[in-house]
Every structure is written in structure tokens, then in C-alpha cells.
């Protein structure tokens, strides 16, 4: 069977997967019938103005948490903003009451990167922040302090998300002197659990530098982006920086990066390309050695060439011959028509399985909710609220293929 006809059989299994009603034995996999979607923040409600920058794990009981920012004053990106997370115990159907977990209390707190520590249960988050009267575009000048720039924190839960512990200072184990900007994520970070760095907890981040000695410090020149890593070996306890994509070349611009581990163990970097020449608007890479080097240098991923430039997010399913998934919005002027992709020969090759929705809609979160089971948490309207969709018949059926080096 040709690869293509492949994907077209996979895509059509998915829809009809998606229309079928679910099974009759309920269960925290199983939702109550009819259960495709859920709304768990609405633009509006719970104190906020605006809900954005999605991010999504699935506990070792079965509770989905839902990561998002709470926007008191409207959709921009500075200000007063809280990390905020509801807990679903159905698999998403329903979701328990809006919790604070990193209040900014007048200044920014955001881009949340949680993760499960795969030996002890715990939820590990680690977030950015800045005061609220400082912009992303003052930062990115050089027109702030180092105190008053970006900040790194990581928090802690031991009992299934229902508490964190108070955020915890890390930027000067994890931030170099001269870096600007800094962003985890946003989205889950990664467990790896294969390999000598099995236990390792890593999660994807990007940050800017000053432009080169001469330039000016207005305009595009000082947009001057770079990916890099920070992981921790002790379950969040002590962190370190690892590798580190610092550019630009002219070619690509590493910003908001999504990360997976591929069942070889190698893990795989996918980021949104901000002001680069190459052709698209997406970047990957690989590494081999958890996190701390890259096997190659960033590099345009030319099969995903209907994503815009928007954040997006990366999942390598479980199980055999399961796929690589990645989301994000599938029109390559607009931040609209919500898909997933996916790919059978680890990250070099990407076919469309579906579209979610036919509308605005930007950001977004996968997390695997059981054997061939897939949720999809995304930003939808004009940052109207965060919308829920469980995908089912997603990693059994899909294409066999055997992973390439790319």
C-alpha cells in the first residue's frame, strides 16, 4: 500500500472514529455518550477577561489537568496574569472548579510547562513571569533591568493537582547573562523514560539575545531568537540549562518550541519559526542525548507548510506502531482551522488526519489519554476560550512506517 493511500485510510478511520459513539462500559477513558467535547474556560467568566496559552497532562490516577493563563484585563500578553488549571476526572468531559496556581497579583505569571515525574507521580510545572508593567517588545530592546525582566519558576504537586507549592526562583541556573526574552513552551514538557537519561524531566524553552555590536535596537533588528533547553535529573528539585540554538543565521528563527520522545529515544524539537527566511513557518531537530545537544541545527520542516506562525504542539503516541501527532492551525496566513497531523517515520515526513474546526484558532495541547485515545486542548474565536476535543481510533490505526533519521 502506497504511503499516501496509507494516510487516507487513516484520516477517514479517525473521522468515522470520531463520529462513533463511545463504549458502553464508562470510565475515566470512556465519557458519558455524546461526550466529544468540553469548553473548560470561557473568555469572560471566572474573574478573567481572556483564557489563552493552553497546556495539558495527564496524571498517573487518570486526572487531565488543564493548564491555562488567566488574562484579567484582556487578551494581551502583559499585564496582571495568573497560571490557572481545572482538573477533569472523566477524561475531559467535565472539569472541576478554576484553581490559582501561580498568582500574578498585578504582574505576569504564564506560559505554563507541566510534566509528571514518571517515578515519583508528582506534577512539575515551571512557568516565566515579568512585572506587569513590562512589555515582551521592552524586554526584547533591552529597555528593562535584569530584575525587572524574565523570570523562571518551577512549583510542585504531590497529591493529583489539587495544590502546588509556591513558585520557586530558578532563572540564575537556568538563564544566561544577556538573554532577554525567555519562554518555556508553552505546552506539557516531557519525561523521558527510555535511555541512560531515563527520569530526566525536560522541558523545550526559547529565548532572544542583543543584536550584534552596531545594530540599532528598534524594529525587526532586535529580534534576535534562539532555542535552547533546561531539564532537571532529580524530579524538579535542581535545574540546568542544556543545549542551546542561538542564532539568527538570516535562515531560521527559534521561538516557541514543543517537545516528544520518540520511541527510538532520541527526542524531537518542534518550533514556530519567528522572522526567518526559510520556506514555512516550522523548525525541528533532534537530539540524542536528552536535551543537552542537538544532532543537527534547526532546520524548516517542509511537510507542515500550511502551518502559519503560531505556537504548536508535539506527541508521540504510546503503543505499537503508533504515530508522532502534532496540532496547530492549518492555514499559512491565518491563525484558523484547527488540525492534527501526523507522521510515521519520527518527525520527517507529516500528512493532515483532521481539521477540529473551521474557524479562528491559534494555540494548542495534546496529551494522550489512553491506548489510541488523544485530547486536544486550543484556543478557538478571537481568544473567546479554551475548547476540549477527545480524539479516539488515533494511534491503533495508524500507518506503519519505520523511524527515520532526518
Not at 484520516?11 to 463520529?19: E, I, N, S, V
Not at 496559552?53 to 495568573?82: H, K, M, N, W, Y
Not at 535596537?217 to 534562539?226: D, P
Not at 474557524?359 to 486550543?378: E, R
Request: aromatic fraction near 6%; glycine fraction near 14%.
Amino acid at each position: 500500500m502506497t504511503p499516501l493511500r496509507r494516510a487516507v485510510l487513516t484520516g477517514l478511520t479517525l473521522l468515522a472514529a470520531l463520529a462513533a459513539p463511545p463504549p458502553a462500559h464508562a470510565g475515566p477513558l470512556d465519557p458519558p455518550r455524546g461526550c466529544a467535547s468540553s469548553r473548560p474556560y470561557t473568555s469572560g467568566r471566572g474573574g478573567y477577561a481572556a483564557y489563552r496559552i493552553p497546556a495539558l497532562v495527564r496524571t498517573g490516577r487518570g486526572t487531565v489537568l488543564a493548564f491555562a493563563e488567566g488574562r484579567r484585563d484582556g487578551s494581551g500578553d502583559s499585564g496582571d496574569i495568573d497560571v490557572v488549571l481545572r482538573r477533569s476526572l472523566d477524561g475531559g468531559c467535565t472539569w472541576g472548579p478554576l484553581a490559582v496556581v501561580a498568582a500574578g497579583e498585578g504582574d505576569t505569571r504564564g506560559n505554563p510547562a507541566p510534566v509528571v515525574d514518571p517515578s515519583t507521580g508528582a506534577i512539575v510545572l515551571v512557568t516565566c513571569g515579568n512585572p506587569g508593567d513590562v512589555t515582551e517588545d521592552q524586554i526584547m530592546r533591552g529597555r528593562v533591568t535584569a530584575e525587572r525582566g524574565r523570570r523562571v519558576y518551577v512549583q510542585r504537586s504531590t497529591d493529583d493537582g489539587r495544590t502546588f507549592t509556591a513558585p520557586r526562583d530558578i532563572t540564575a541556573d537556568v538563564k544566561r547573562p544577556g538573554w532577554r526574552w525567555y519562554a518555556t513552551g508553552p505546552g506539557h514538557a516531557v519525561a523521558l523514560t527510555r535511555g541512560p537519561r531515563a527520569g530526566r524531566l525536560l522541558v523545550p524553552a526559547d529565548h532572544s539575545t542583543a543584536p550584534p555590536a552596531g545594530s540599532k535596537e528598534t524594529g525587526r533588528e532586535n529580534r534576535h531568537y534562539g532555542g535552547h533547553a533546561l531539564y532537571s535529573d532529580d524530579g524538579g528539585l535542581t535545574w540546568r540549562l542544556g543545549f542551546t540554538a542561538t542564532g539568527p543565521g538570516g535562515v531560521v528563527d527559534v521561538n516557541e518550541t514543543s517537545a516528544t520522545q520518540l520511541p527510538d529515544g532520541r527526542i524531537y524539537f518542534s518550533a514556530r519559526d519567528q522572522y526567518g527566511s526559510a520556506p514555512g513557518n516550522r523548525l525541528d531537530t533532534y537530539s540524542s542525548d536528552g536535551g543537552a545537544g542537538l544532532d543537527r541545527p534547526y532546520a524548516a520542516q517542509p511537510t507542515l507548510k500550511d502551518v502559519p506562525v503560531v505556537q504548536g504542539s508535539v506527541l508521540q503516541l504510546q503503543g505499537a506502531r503508533a504515530p508522532l501527532l502534532f496540532s496547530a492551525p492549518s492555514v499559512p496566513t491565518a491563525r484558523r482551522d484547527l488540525a492534527v497531523w501526523s507522521s510515521a517515520d519520527a518527525g520527517r515526513t507529516f500528512t493532515r488526519l483532521t481539521t477540529l474546526n473551521d474557524g479562528p484558532a491559534a494555540y494548542s495541547d495534546l496529551v494522550q489519554l489512553g491506548t489510541g485515545a488523544v485530547g486536544v486542548l486550543y484556543e478557538t474565536g478571537s481568544y473567546d476560550g479554551l475548547e476540549f476535543r477527545r480524539l479516539t481510533g488515533v494511534g491503533a490505526h495508524s500507518p506503519a512506517g519505520s523511524p527515520s533519521r532526518r
